[in-house]
Each structure stands twice: as C-alpha cells, then as structure tokens.
C-alpha cells in the first residue's frame, strides 16, 4: 500500500466507521471494502480491520459514559460472553472459508432489525417479566455471547444485533443499550485482535490509518449518537441496517 490516496481513503473509511459503530454499527461494511479495494487478501482485511477500528470502539465507549453509570454489573456479565464469542469467532476465522456467514448474516442482519422495529410492542408485552431479571437471564447471555461468535468472525452489523437482543430482555432506554453496545463491541474486537496477533498476517499501515481515523470517528458519533431521542435512534438503526442488508446481499 504505497499511494497517497488509498491511504487517505482507509482514513476517511476508519473516521465513517468509528461514527458509524458509536450510534448503529454495521461500519465494518464501510472499511472492508475500501480495504478490498487497496488489494488485501479477505482474511488480511478482516484481520487488519478488526485491530484498527479497536481505538473507535473504545472512544465510542468513552462517550456514552453517562449513559454507562449503574450498569457496571451488567456489563461484566455480558461481557464474560462477549469475550468467549469473540474468541471462539477469531477461531474460526482461520478455520473456516471465507464464505461461511455469507449467506446467513442478512437474514441475522434483517431479524435484528424486525426486532428493533417491533421493540415497543416487546416491551409492553414482557415489561413485568424483565423486571423480575434485570440481567436479562440466561437467553440473553446466550444470544449475546453467539452474537460475538459472529463479531470476533466478521463484525458486520453485529451491533444491531446487539441492540436487539437486549432490547428484547432489558427494561432500558435505548440510549443506554447503545452504551453498553459499544462496550461489547470494545471487548469483542479487542479478544479477536490479540488472538489475530499471533495467528493472523495483517497490515500495519491499514491498521495504523483505521485507528486514527475511527478514535476520531468514535468521539464524534459517541456525541452525536447522545443527542438522538430513542425513536430517532430506532430510525437511524433501521436505516443503516437496511443499507446493511442490501450491501451484503450484493458482494
């Protein structure tokens, strides 16, 4: 990778996906393809892709702090999950084809969001029962900890997925969901990424770039994201999922 303009093409992708990720996800599907395009190998991409946008998901994170406070239980529950998935991803990675989710990540992508739709009739319907389980018991944990077998593999959209599980078991502004999103994310590219170092070629320079360009990206969306009433979120969800979908469905 040696000319100017790639270079500044997978800093802009790094800057729109750090955005991206802080408010929805689904900003893998932004730098991946520009990586593609600057000819790296899939799985180098997908490597490189999963070290350099760590620095956004962190920022991201950062900036839903105030929405974070009073769920550090939370977060340490799911997050045990979250870890493991990634790590049982990353595996695969490298033991799998390539293709492997290829088919099944719209239909995931396009269920999440029927559920981030349909999340205000949900949570009528089972708002005394979560209640009663403020961590959202075990099918929670389970669909999340599945959920980041998927992230630590390719990581497009997994945060739509995220949001949609937990808007299905937790009694929770979606605000706060999102926060807790962004943590999960954080942890899930950060296990992928040290078991990439030892296993996994990647390329230092597309690393290097994404990292900037996401750390700026994070704190920006992280701001912006902040500022959305929870139904404008849920529109912003669906929009990008929807984008998501349909670039999926034409690779």
């Not at 349909?118 to 929670?140: E, K, Y």
């Not at 959920?147 to 997994?158: C, I």
């Not at 230092?204 to 994201?225: D, E, H, N, Q, R």
Request: charged share 10%.
């Amino acid at each position: 990778m040696t000319s100017v303009g790639e270079m500044l093409a997978i800093f802009g992708a790094g800057v729109g996906a750090g955005a991206v990720n802080a408010v929805v996800g689904s900003g893998t599907l932004i730098t991946f393809p520009v990586l593609l395009a600057t000819g790296l190998p899939p799985v180098t991409a997908t490597v490189s892709n999963a070290l350099g946008l760590i620095p956004g998901s962190i920022s991201g994170a950062i900036g839903y702090r105030r929405e974070l406070r009073g769920q550090g239980r939370r977060v340490l529950k799911l997050g045990a999950g979250a870890l493991l998935g990634g790590f049982t991803g990353a595996t695969l990675l490298l033991a799998l084809p390539a293709s492997a989710f290829e088919m099944i990540v719209p239909a995931l992508v396009g269920l999440a969001l029927v559920l981030v739709v349909l999340q205000p009739w949900i949570s009528a319907r089972l708002r005394d029962r979560r209640r009663a389980r403020q961590d959202g018991g075990p099918l929670l944990i389970t669909g999340l900890t599945l959920a980041s077998v998927y992230g630590g593999y390719f990581a497009a959209a997994q945060g739509i997925i995220y949001v949609a599980l937990m808007g299905m078991f937790l009694d929770e502004d979606l605000r706060r969901l999102n926060a807790v999103k962004n943590v999960l994310v954080a942890l899930v590219n950060a296990v992928a990424a040290a078991f990439f170092l030892f296993a996994a070629d990647f390329d230092w320079t597309a690393v290097g770039l994404l990292a900037a360009g996401s750390t700026l990206g994070g704190i920006a969306g992280a701001a912006a994201g902040r500022r959305l009433s929870p139904v404008l979120l849920r529109v912003v969800i669906v929009v990008v999922g929807t984008v998501a979908i349909v670039q999926l469905l034409l690779r």
